[in-house]
């Protein structure tokens, strides 16, 4: 491998920091500038919603990406925070999971399980002692809901790493939004959404949903925009502001990130039905959200935005919509897989709009 500057020898196993060449990392827009497991700057504007911050240091939609023809393979880690969801797993939350294959071929393979209540753990993720040697192409999905201050990729002392299958283009897709844009409640990080669509299209896929927080802020906005080479924008934060809150803030949203990517394709997801739909009051409040959507494209495309989409996300969970979540509102692995799918089609033909498929 040559040149790794974090690596170590323990228990049999030599150990390397996936910051160094020929890991990748990817999923943190910042990470080159800042070397950091981090999906905002680490210095933001006076007065930037402080809790937005604060998630910004978990590490949904983060990845580490290489080949090896490891026999043994194995990760440590050290989190900010030990496991407290109650309506999350440990995996999910605090956990790693591993995908095999080249880019549209990718197989789950295993998961990094961590221990309850502890802060650092060591897991295996996989153990070939015994089959024939052969290159892999590997994908380990970062947690969903924690931050991690320190990973190490352990392999046999004879094993080679080399740099990942490169992506189709450096055009990155960026997703906004809520808790279930950053994945909750996936069993395992591999299962949000937008992780599910990371696997069908060869890009670097970002993940900007601030649990409670996708609130359509000014500073964050002037903070996403920055991002360089968006192939598209998909704004998705209905479920954190009242009708009223949402109506002052999608169009100005929309508005200051055009003014840096006129041509950028962008699409605007309603919320999926949730438990609360069978209340008259709270379903009005729903759709008078989604019309607002709908409504707001429309008006825009008619004002000459002709790179801007809705998708209705009442049907994305499709019809058997309420076996589709843990806890009344976030997705289960069933919600996210139904929610994947619906958007795939809008999504491609969003990439070909921008020229990336």
């Known amino acids: 491998m040559g040149g790794n500057k974090g690596l170590m020898k323990e228990n049999q196993l030599t150990w390397y920091s996936p910051k160094e060449y020929p890991f990748q990392i ?5 990470f080159k500038q800042e070397n950091m497991y981090r999906r905002l700057p680490k210095q933001l504007v006076p007065g930037f919603p402080s809790r937005v911050n604060e998630l910004a240091n ?53 998961s990094a399980i961590p221990p309850i209540q502890e802060t650092s753990y060591e897991s295996i993720l996989w153990d070939f002692t015994g089959e024939p040697n052969q290159l892999r192409e590997v994908t380990i999905n970062f947690p969903l809901y924690q931050g991690v201050s320190k990973v190490l990729i352990g ?29 909750g409640c ?46 598209c924008f998909v704004i998705d934060y209905e479920a954190n502001v009242t009708p009223e809150e949402y109506d002052a803030t999608l169009v100005p949203f929309i508005q200051l990130f055009r003014e840096y990517h006129p041509f950028v394709p962008i699409i605007v997801i309603s919320r999926i039905y949730h438990a609360q739909n069978i209340i008259p009051k709270l379903n009005n409040d729903f759709m008078k959200r989604r019309n607002h959507s709908e409504s707001t494209v429309e008006e825009l495309k008619r004002n000459g935005d002709d790179r801007i989409m809705f998708v209705d996300g009442s049907t994305l969970l499709g019809e058997r919509w309420h076996e589709c979540t843990v806890d009344g509102s976030h997705p289960n692995d069933l919600g996210f897989m139904n929610m994947a799918n619906g ?6 033909s969003s990439l070909k709009m921008a020229g990336v498929l």
Request: a neutral charge; proline letters at 6%; glycine letters at 10%.
């Open 343 to 348: 958007l795939e089609i809008p999504l491609r």
């Open 58 to 110: 978990n590490t949904s939609g983060g990845q580490i990406r290489f080949k090896t023809n490891a026999v043994k393979l194995s990760i440590k880690a050290e989190l900010s925070e030990p496991a407290t969801m109650g309506h999350m797993t440990a995996v999910g939350q605090c956990g790693f999971d591993l995908y095999i294959g080249e880019p549209g071929k990718q197989q789950y393979f295993s």
């Open 186 to 231: 996936a069993s395992r990080p591999g299962m949000s959404y937008t992780n599910i669509l990371s696997r069908r299209f060869h890009l670097e896929h970002i993940n900007l949903g601030f649990s409670g927080s996708g609130k359509g802020e000014k500073d964050v906005v002037l903070t996403i925009r920055e991002i360089e080479n968006p192939a």
């Open 26 to 30: 990817n999923g943190f827009a910042w």
């Open 155 to 183: 392999v046999d002392p004879d094993a080679s790493i080399e740099l990942p299958t490169p992506y189709d283009s450096k055009k990155r897709v960026l997703f906004y939004g809520t808790s279930i844009t950053q994945g």
